[in-house]
């Protein structure tokens, strides 16, 4: 199984990269014990307990559990569903982020081994993290009842009255979104606001867009699906501006429907800047070289 490789492959980077202690989230299909058969690792090796289901909760306690015991660096493999649940847990977590899930804007495609060797060196160094790390922005909602809610690269509110199969796959249903990343060379929701205000993960701020009567295009609202989206109009939003969006509707957080807010509800939307540092592997990898001071 191809994510069993990806797993062993993070597995051996890390340890080579000097980490000493590896702690494993497993699931219900025990990919992570079934990846270190057979390894011979002269490390530490621990497995969180975990229900025998898969569930994004699965995620955002065993980040809860990784800020406890003061992991040096998560290597996280998925998309923006899981990165996103990994920031629920430990909203500043120092991440390798690897592309392996369906929708991917946050993480990028990284080859394991590299991406595993990165985290080890930058958990067994131990540097200033601002010295081989990014900030990345998220994004914070409210609800009105006093619940709240984090996405990592676009909230939208979507015109229908239940979170059914959860993604969003007709661009004609969409309301409004705010977007903390619109790059043009991405597939999802938020490529959408990179037609009319291309705005980069490292650029402060997002980009609100209210759709309607207006300008018409064509985007890749999903892996290997386009739709026309019409948009009325824009504006961009500076470093902690706040959006009140207001019901009916259903609101998507990084294209997946997940919150039901009824008429006469409203959500606070605000891009922050103090979400997950994610690692430059770049600048991670010159540690094994000495030139990070």
């Not at 051996?12 to 058969?37: H, K, M, S």
Request: net charge negative; proline share 4%.
């Amino acid at each position: 199984m191809a994510k069993i490789g990806i797993i062993r492959r993070a597995v051996v980077g890390a340890v080579e990269g000097g980490a000493e202690r590896l702690l494993i989230t497993d699931d219900c299909r025990a990919l992570g014990l079934r990846a270190i058969d057979e390894l011979s690792l002269d490390v530490e090796v621990a497995f969180l307990d975990t229900p025998p289901y898969d569930s994004a909760v699965n995620s955002q306690n065993a980040a809860a559990i990784f800020q406890q015991q003061d992991v040096g660096a998560v290597i996280v493999l998925g998309g923006d569903g899981t990165h996103r649940d990994v920031a629920k847990g430990w909203r500043t977590a120092p991440v390798v982020a690897v592309s392996t899930g369906t929708n991917n804007v946050f993480p990028r495609q990284v080859e394991a081994t590299i991406a595993g060797q990165a985290a080890g060196l930058v958990a067994s160094q131990k540097p200033p993290i601002h010295q081989v790390a990014d900030q990345a922005k998220i994004i914070d909602v409210e609800l009105d009842g006093g619940a709240t809610e984090q996405a990592l690269v676009d909230v939208a509110l979507v015109d229908d009255s239940f979170t059914g199969s959860r993604a969003v796959w007709n661009g004609q249903q969409l309301l409004e979104m705010v977007a903390a990343i619109a790059e043009r060379a991405t597939v999802g929701l938020s490529s959408i606001a990179s037609r009319v205000a291309p705005t980069s993960r490292r650029q402060p701020g997002g980009v609100h867009v209210i759709f309607g009567d207006g300008e018409r295009f064509r985007v890749p609202i999903a892996p290997g699906l386009f739709s026309e989206v019409d948009i009325a109009s824009w504006r961009r939003l500076q470093a902690n501006d706040s959006v009140e969006i207001s019901g009916p509707g259903v609101l998507s957080f990084d294209g997946e429907r997940d919150v039901v807010l009824a008429s006469g509800r409203s959500a606070r939307v605000t891009v922050s800047h103090d979400g997950l540092w994610v690692i430059d592997i770049e600048k991670a990898m010159s540690l094994d070289c000495g030139e990070v001071r």
